[in-house]
Nanobody, 129 residues
Framework: QVQLVESGGGSVQAGGSLNLSCVVS????????LTWFRQAPGKEREAVAG????????YLHDSVKGRFTISVDSYKRSVYLHMNSLKPEDTAMYYC??????????????????????WGQGTQVSVSS
């Protein structure tokens, strides 16, 4: 069973920054994508940033472009979400997820949550105005 553990969430004021980390229990090159999702109360879980294990291809949701960046460290089996200029609407539980390369095909990293079999427990990000 693949395990993912997120850390780095917290409470900040609008305009502040947070850095999220996610450690994966297996070689990340067994995946097509490492993706950060978020889910606010009453809303669907949405993909906000994704990256391939080699770190070459990065994908960002329009709502976070210019504010969030994603990076990966394959030696540490970790993916990071660097969040700047945070807004109250960024408040959500943030989850790290990864897919399975074997037997699958690449369909993008900002795909639906149901295409990711492995998830972390989430870390809360709260942004006050």
């Amino acid at each position: 069973q693949v395990q993912l553990v997120e850390s780095g969430g917290g409470s900040v004021q609008a305009g502040g920054s947070l850095n999220l980390s996610c450690v994966v229990s297996r070689n990340i090159h067994n995946s097509f994508c490492l993706t950060w999702f978020r889910q606010a109360p009453g809303k669907e879980r949405e993909a906000v940033a994704g990256i391939n294990p080699g770190g070459v291809n990065r994908y960002l949701h329009d709502s976070v472009k210019g504010r969030f960046t994603i990076s990966v460290d394959s030696y540490k089996r970790s993916v990071y979400l660097h969040m700047n200029s945070l807004k109250p609407e960024d408040t959500a539980m943030y989850y790290c997820a990864t897919d399975q390369r074997q037997g699958g095909r690449f369909t993008g990293c900002l795909k639906g949550a149901n295409e990711f079999p492995y998830w972390g427990q989430g870390t809360q990000v709260s942004v006050s105005s």
